[in-house]
C-alpha cells in the first residue's frame, strides 16, 4: 500500500485534535484514499504534557526542522498560529517542495499573497480549509463546487467565541467577561481573545473569504473593523423589540463595481438565517448569480471540529499527489494573471439602516432636537422607543431605528448630537441589515 507521510508543527488543542482523527479514523480514511495517511512527525517545543491521546513510540520532537525541508514528509501542517515563526516554517515547506496545510487565518490576512506565491513556486499544494468557520469547508465550496458561478455577496458569522458570547449575553443577561471565560475555558478563542472580540479574527477570515469570491489579493487592511466589546446587555432588549438579533458580522458584497467589507456588530431580522446561528455555531451566507442564496453552516472552532478540515485537506492533497494532480485547484480559486485589485467602496459611502441608542438628559425638547438634527443630514426615523423616565444620573435612553441612510450623513449628525449639552455619553450606534 501506497504512503503518504505527513509532519505536524504545533501540538496544542487542533494539533491534538488533528492527531486524534488521523490516528482513530485510519481505517476509513485509508479506504477512502487507497493510500495509508501516515503521522509521521510531530514537533511542538512542548512534547511531555498530556494531550489525552498517545502517539506512536518515536514521533514527537521538539525540532520543526525534523519535518521541514525532509524528503521523506510530503505534507507539513502548520498549526502553531500566529505570525512568526509560522510563516518561515511555512516558507520553508513550501520552498523545498513540501505541500503544507494550515489553519492560521492571521497568517494568511497578513502574508497570504507571498505564501500563495511561494506555493505557486514550488509547484506543491498549500491548503488552509481550517482557517475559515472552523470545520465548515467553505473554501472548498468557494473554489470547486461554486466555481461556475459569480459571486455577488458573502456574509458570515465566523467567530465562534463572539458568536457564543452575543448568544448567551442575548438570551440569559449573562455578563461579557463571564462568558469570555467560558469561551476561553472551553477552547474557542484566541491565545489572544482581543482578536475574537475586538474583530480581528472574523477580519482575518473575512479577507480569505474576499479574495475567493472577488479574485482579489489578500487585503486585510481595507476591511473596517469594530467589534463586540461596546455593546451593552439593553441592545439586547431593544433588538428583540425591533424583532432583530445582534451578530458579530462579516460582509463582503460588490456594489455598483465596488467591494464593501466590513465586520460589526450588526442587526439582523430575526427571520434572517444568519440570525438563528447560536453558540460557537458558524455560518456563511452566499449570494452567486448560477446557484442563488446558500448557506454553510457548522461548528466554528474548537478541537475536533477544525481538526475534521485539516484531515480533509490532508486527504485532498494526497489525492492530488497520487493522482500526479498537484496545483489541481489554484490557492485562490482563480488562476494568478485573474486576481487583480478590487475597488474598495470607502466606509463613508456605504448605505444601510441604524440602530441609534441616545443617553440623553431627561428634559423637554431632547425627541425634537435630535430629530431635526438627523432630519437635517437626510437620516429619516423609522421608529422610536423611548422607556420611563431618568435612570441613574437622570438619563434616559432614546432608541431610534432609521432608514436606509448614508454613513457619512450618519456621521455627521452625530458629531452635532453627540455635543449637545443633553446628551450624556456618545451614541451607541448598530448598523442594520435587512436585506443581505
Ligand atoms: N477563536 C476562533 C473563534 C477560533 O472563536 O472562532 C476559530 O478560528
Redesign the pocket.
Known amino acids: 500500500m501506497k504512503k503518504i507521510n505527513v509532519g505536524l508543527i504545533g501540538f496544542g488543542t487542533i494539533g491534538a485534535g488533528v492527531a486524534r482523527v488521523l490516528l482513530e479514523n485510519r481505517q476509513i480514511i485509508q479506504s477512502r484514499l487507497g493510500a495509508e495517511l501516515k503521522l509521521a512527525k510531530i514537533a511542538d517545543l512542548d512534547i511531555t504534557s498530556d494531550r489525552g491521546i498517545t502517539v506512536p513510540d518515536g514521533i514527537l520532537t521538539t525540532d520543526a526542522n525534523e519535518i521541514l525541508g525532509n524528503p521523506d514528509i510530503d505534507i507539513v501542517i502548520e498549526l502553531v498560529g500566529g505570525y512568526e515563526p509560522a510563516r518561515s516554517f511555512v516558507l520553508k515547506a513550501l520552498n523545498s517542495g513540501q505541500n503544507v496545510v494550515t489553519a492560521n487565518?492571521a497568517l494568511l490576512a497578513k502574508h497570504g499573497n507571498e505564501i500563495f506565491a511561494a506555493a505557486r513556486a514550488g509547484g506543491v499544494d498549500f491548503y488552509y480549509e481550517a482557517s475559515v468557520g472552523?470545520g465548515i469547508p467553505i473554501i472548498k465550496v468557494i473554489r470547486e463546487a461554486l466555481a461556475g458561478n459569480r459571486i455577488n455577496s458573502v456574509c458570515g458569522i465566523?467567530?465562534?467565541?463572539?458568536n457564543y458570547i452575543l448568544t448567551k449575553m442575548g438570551d440569559e443577561g449573562a455578563e461579557f467577561s463571564e462568558v469570555l471565560q467560558a469561551?476561553q475555558e472551553l477552547g474557542?478563542?484566541?491565545a489572544d481573545p482581543t482578536?475574537?472580540i475586538e474583530g480581528i479574527?472574523t477580519a482575518h477570515?473575512l479577507a480569505i473569504l474576499t479574495s475567493l469570491a472577488f479574485a482579489t489579493p489578500i487585503a486585510f487592511d481595507r476591511i473596517h473593523v469594530e467589534g463586540i466589546t461596546g455593546i451593552k446587555p439593553v441592545d439586547f432588549n431593544f433588538a428583540r423589540e425591533f424583532g432583530y438579533k445582534i451578530k458579530l458580522l462579516a460582509i463582503a458584497k460588490l456594489e455598483e463595481g465596488q467591494i464593501e467589507v466590513r465586520v460589526h456588530p450588526t442587526m439582523l431580522p430575526e427571520s434572517h438565517m444568519l440570525a438563528k446561528i447560536d453558540d460557537?455555531f458558524?455560518a456563511v451566507f452566499v449570494n452567486s448569480d448560477a446557484l442563488g442564496p446558500s448557506l454553510y453552516y457548522g461548528q466554528?472552532?474548537g478541537m475536533m471540529a477544525?481538526a475534521s478540515a485539516v484531515v480533509g485537506d490532508l486527504v485532498d492533497i494526497a489525492r492530488n499527489r497520487l493522482n500526479e494532480s498537484l496545483r489541481r485547484v489554484p490557492d485562490l480559486s482563480f488562476q494568478e494573471e485573474a486576481i487583480t485589485p478590487a475597488t474598495y467602496r470607502p466606509m463613508n459611502e456605504i448605505t444601510t439602516q441604524y440602530y441609534l441608542r441616545f443617553s440623553a438628559f431627561d428634559k423637554t425638547r431632547v425627541l425634537s432636537r435630535i430629530a431635526g438634527i438627523l432630519g437635517e443630514n437626510e437620516i429619516s426615523i423609522a421608529s422610536v422607543i423611548q422607556q420611563g423616565r431618568s435612570q441613574s444620573g437622570g438619563t434616559v435612553p432614546i432608541v431610534m431605528q432609521t432608514h436606509k441612510a448614508r454613513e457619512a450623513n450618519l456621521r455627521k449628525a452625530l458629531a452635532i448630537i453627540d455635543e449637545l449639552e443633553i446628551i450624556a455619553a456618545p451614541t451607541a450606534v448598530i448598523r442594520m441589515e435587512s436585506d443581505l
Do not use: Q
Open positions: 487565518k472552523g465566523l467567530n465562534g467565541t463572539c469561551a474557542y478563542a484566541e482578536f475574537d479574527d477570515k460557537v458558524n466554528g472552532a477544525t
